[in-house]
């Protein structure tokens, strides 16, 4: 395996996600199902809805017992019953009457339309006044309006929200086959990284940062975090828990040691798990320029910066399009999809460098105007107050020199 790459773009870096394959699929519950991504194509098993259904409360009718029929000169209709809710009509409607329906319930035999109820007044004995005509059709679903049988649901490839869980459960449908969730083994190196509940904290150390924030990402991304582990720069040790962590899961993301340097053990580990290839080392980004990614086999593999800012942007751009991949969603691209994306008015210069993509924290605001601005967050990615303070992150692409204050900008929103 090559030990080294030439530093990649953002974009070329997304664009070798597609060696990325999907997991297989797996069949759950509808219950479930909300989050999860569809496998194969899904078809209506049948029509909805299955009878001719009432839009408005009123009166089924036949629409040419109402046609001219207005307020000087309405139609008279003589009322032939009521049909409740879940019930069948008891017969079928004969010319010259009405039924009373409410929303959502079944016309009778041979009724076509439904007066709205505001359009009708008694006119005593049994007898009703329409002071408007309707067209066939008008104010109902017939079968199959809403969807038709065997109609295409869904595509291979969606992401179901709640919505589709409705649709789903009115035709009945209890099970869905969707991809598997990605199993991650989350690993963070460094002989300075001590447990969180660590008190008092001894000099030169410093918490595990990025296995607790990394891990909420990547689950809001749809993965499922299996191994966490915090282990020292000692690379027996770390190609230990590679090896051990590769047969459960189906990627592993490492944080810290991905610099080039003498303690660079990341691509060490890589090459000696099974079947490595290296993919990238290093992007022409700022912050996370010492991104790795590589496979073992069909195992992912992510070396990301050690820094907490660093290594959440670099989670948020690279490793959520890549689980992205492994449960079938759309093709790989700056991640905007799931987390939702928003434009904003700059409130100050944002400067950056010609040839390097830069990923620049900001705080949003709403002012009295009602206008959304974004105020850049300058500051080195060790500083963990970013991660409080920031709402988001602006891109600013390698080909352009920076945005100028009132420029729109979209905001990139950490989860």
């Not at 509940?197 to 410093?206: A, D, N, R, S, Y």
């Not at 890549?322 to 939702?340: H, I, K, M, P, V």
Request: hydrophobic fraction near 45%; charged fraction near 20%; charge should be negative.
């Amino acid at each position: 395996m090559s030990k080294f790459l030439k530093v990649k773009t953002a974009q070329q870096v997304l664009a070798l996600l597609s060696e990325i394959r999907p997991l297989p699929s797996e069949t759950i519950p509808l219950e479930r199902a909300r989050g999860r991504t569809v496998a194969s194509d899904i078809r209506a098993p049948e029509a909805v809805p299955h009878f001719f259904r009432a839009t408005m409360d009123g009166f089924a009718v036949r629409a040419a017992d109402t046609f001219g029929a207005s307020e000087n000169l309405p139609a008279l209709l003589t009322t032939a019953g009521e049909v409740l809710m879940g019930e069948c009509a008891k017969a079928p409607l004969v010319p010259g009457t009405a039924v009373a329906v409410a929303t959502g319930g079944m016309l009778p035999e041979g009724a076509n339309a439904v007066v709205m109820i505001e359009y009708t007044q008694p006119a005593g004995s049994g007898v009703i006044e329409v002071t408007r005509p309707v067209a066939p059709g008008e104010n109902l679903l017939a079968p199959g309006d809403d969807i038709r049988m065997d109609e295409k649901l869904f595509e291979r490839g969606r992401l179901l929200g709640p919505r589709d869980i409705g649709v789903l459960a009115s035709l009945g449908i209890t099970e869905i086959e969707v991809f598997r969730r990605p199993r991650v083994a989350l690993i963070s190196t460094g002989d300075e990284i001590v447990p969180v509940q660590t008190h008092p904290l001894p000099p030169g150390k410093v918490r595990d940062i990025n296995t607790f924030a990394l891990a909420a990402h990547m689950e809001a991304a749809g993965a499922e975090i299996g191994l966490r582990a915090t282990v020292p720069d000692r690379l027996e040790e770390l190609v230990s828990a590679c090896l051990d962590a590769l047969p459960g899961h189906d990627m592993i993301v490492l944080s810290g040691g991905s610099s080039v340097g003498t303690r660079d053990y990341t691509i060490k580990t890589l090459e000696r798990l099974p079947d490595s290839k290296l993919l990238v080392h290093g992007v022409a980004i700022r912050p996370g320029k010492p991104v790795i990614l590589g496979l073992s086999g069909e195992k992912v593999f992510w070396g990301l910066p050690g820094q907490p800012v660093s290594a959440l942007i670099t989670c948020r751009v690279f490793v959520a399009p890549s689980l992205d991949r492994l449960q079938g969603r759309c093709e790989a691209g700056l991640r905007t999809d799931g987390f939702g994306t928003f434009q904003a008015i700059l409130d100050r210069r944002l400067p950056s460098v010609h040839g390097r993509t830069d990923f620049i924290p900001v705080t949003v605001s709403i002012g009295e105007d009602r206008v959304v601005r974004a105020v850049p967050i300058f500051g080195k990615s060790g500083a963990i107050s970013i991660l409080a303070r920031a709402d988001g992150y602006v891109i600013v692409p390698e080909h352009a020199e920076g945005y100028d204050r009132g420029d729109e900008v979209t905001v990139h929103p950490f989860v």
